[in-house]
T-cell receptor
Framework: DAKTTQPPSMDCAEGRAANLPCNHS???????VYWYRQIHSQGPQYIIH???NNETNEMASLIITEDRKSSTLILPHATLRDTAVYYC????????????FGTGTRLQVTL | KAGVTQTPRYLIKTRGQQVTLSCSPI?????VSWYQQTPGQGLQFLFE???????NKGNFPGRFSGRQFSNSRSEMNVSTLELGDSALYLC??????????????FGDGTRLSIL
């Protein structure tokens, strides 16, 4: 699975959009981009995933660049409850893909 | 729709004992995976079960074992507990077997402390 690079921390004001970047320059054509988050003392929470098209669900939007070398997770209206560590992962299709988390981005949402 | 349920949430054991952790997946999900999470090693894959069969196994000693029942519920057993087994044990379920396009949905874990 391709490696990912994320900034270690970010701040966002409550009510504003949080844009979390992820670099995956070695991604291959059949690898999906996944985003999870983990709030302290809870299990990881699946947010969204995509292959090459932009995706949106009730939680967030995922924007993948045309060359697929990077992506951005967008939380449209961040709240204090969105304060968490966000993990960007790349998983290969057709295999038993076991999740591993890097260091992620610690998002702090403030008043 | 109920999420993944893990019991118990907290457990304290002593070295040499054994422990069984339980996981009930999201209704309709047939794949259950187990992970160990520690501050030092991060998230590590233990094994995956699908249709009562172990499909994949991580690099853990044979003291770690699991099983899945016909209703997709799963149990994980750790025998001869060691201090280093202290961790958050997470269960994740997915609709089908892991294939890279299956989101895994996690429970809140069982925090195991070994004294």
């Amino acid at each position: 699975d391709a490696k990912t690079t994320q900034p270690p921390s970010m701040d966002c004001a409550e009510g504003r959009a949080a844009n979390l970047p992820c670099n995956h320059s070695t991604i291959s054509g059949n690898e999906y981009v996944y985003w999870y988050r983990q709030i302290h003392s809870q299990g990881p929470q699946y947010i969204i995933h995509g292959l090459k098209n932009n995706e949106t669900n009730e939680m967030a939007s995922l924007i993948i660049t045309e060359d697929r070398k990077s992506s951005t997770l967008i939380l449209p209206h961040a709240t204090l409850r969105d304060t968490a560590v966000y993990y960007c992962i790349v998983l290969l299709t057709g295999t038993a893909s076991k999740l591993t988390f890097g260091t992620g981005t610690r998002l702090q949402v403030t008043l | 729709k109920a999420g993944v349920t893990q019991t118990p949430r907290y457990l304290i054991k002593t070295r040499g004992q054994q422990v069984t952790l339980s996981c009930s997946p999201i209704s309709g999900h047939r794949s259950v995976s187990w992970y160990q999470q520690t501050p030092g090693q991060g998230l590590q894959f233990l094994f995956e079960y699908f249709s009562e069969t172990q499909r994949n196994k991580g690099n853990f000693p044979g003291r770690f074992s699991g099983r899945q029942f016909s209703n997709s519920r799963s149990e994980m057993n750790v025998s001869t507990l060691e201090l280093g087994d202290s961790a958050l044990y997470l269960c994740a379920s997915s609709l089908f077997a892991l294939d890279g396009n299956q989101p895994q949905h996690f429970g809140d874990g069982t925090r195991l402390s070994i004294l």
